[in-house]
T-cell receptor, first 109, second 113 residues
Framework: GIQVEQSPPDLILQEGANSTLRCNFS?????LQWFHQNPWGQLINLFY???GTKQNGRLSATTVATERYSLLYISSSQTTDSGVYFC???????????FGAGTRLAVHP | KAGVTQTPRYLIKTRGQQVTLSCSPI?????VSWYQQTPGQGLQFLFE???????NKGNFPGRFSGRQFSNSRSEMNVSTLELGDSALYLC????????????FGPGTRLTVL
């Protein structure tokens, strides 16, 4: 089956720093989403980005579908950015998401 | 527009019991998917329902089942609970046409003692 690999697994930043999270996937996908899981467990939608580039405030994402990877950029990080970031993909014809293992981000003041 | 709702939010059961979790999707969404999250296995797909029919199923034992009603609300049931069923159960809602964005509810945290 398709493999979804996220790196790095853990990241520690000082407030104000920038970071890049990576998601590699092993097959062509119909959908790719980035989520932030808050301390209570809810998955918050960040980007729906099967291809191209999107920006939302301090966050932006790029998916290069032909090379099977996606990047999530966090600029000027804040303590509220702490948590786990997941990348999830969906294969064509299967309405289910396959998740990576996540990147655990800790932002210190 | 209201988001995805799940009830109950927390549940404590003992081994051998059964449990039913409920999910109400975003208005107009016809697909509901269920996922299990554990520290050891991460986020895993359980099943997906569309128009009251199970369309996809993950690799879980038959003790895990679900259904969807005509108003798109969905329930999942776990029978003969085991300690390993302790997890966060997340429900996702989407239009269901394939490749569309999925939105998650707050989850139900199940503890099996």
């Amino acid at each position: 089956g398709i493999q979804v690999e996220q790196s790095p697994p853990d990241l520690i930043l000082q407030e104000g720093a920038n970071s890049t999270l990576r998601c590699n996937f092993s097959d062509s996908v119909n959908n790719l989403q980035w989520f932030h899981q808050n301390p209570w467990g809810q998955l918050i939608n960040l980007f729906y980005i099967p291809s191209g580039t999107k920006q939302n405030g301090r966050l932006s994402a790029t998916t290069v579908a032909t090379e099977r990877y996606s990047l999530l950029y966090i600029s000027s990080s804040q303590t509220t950015d702490s948590g786990v970031y997941f990348c999830a993909v969906e294969l064509r014809g299967y309405n289910k998401l396959i998740f990576g293992a996540g990147t655990r981000l800790a932002v210190h003041p | 527009k209201a988001g995805v709702t799940q009830t109950p939010r927390y549940l404590i059961k003992t081994r051998g019991q059964q449990v039913t979790l409920s999910c109400s999707p975003i208005s107009g969404h016809r697909s509901v998917s269920w996922y299990q999250q554990t520290p050891g296995q991460g986020l895993q797909f359980l099943f997906e329902y569309f128009s009251e029919t199970q369309r996809n199923k993950g690799n879980f034992p038959g003790r895990f089942s679900g259904r969807q009603f005509s108003n798109s609300r969905s329930e999942m049931n776990v029978s003969t609970l085991e300690l390993g069923d302790s997890a966060l159960y997340l429900c996702a809602s989407s239009l269901g046409v394939g490749g569309d964005e999925q939105f998650f509810g707050p989850g139900t945290r199940l503890t099996v003692l």
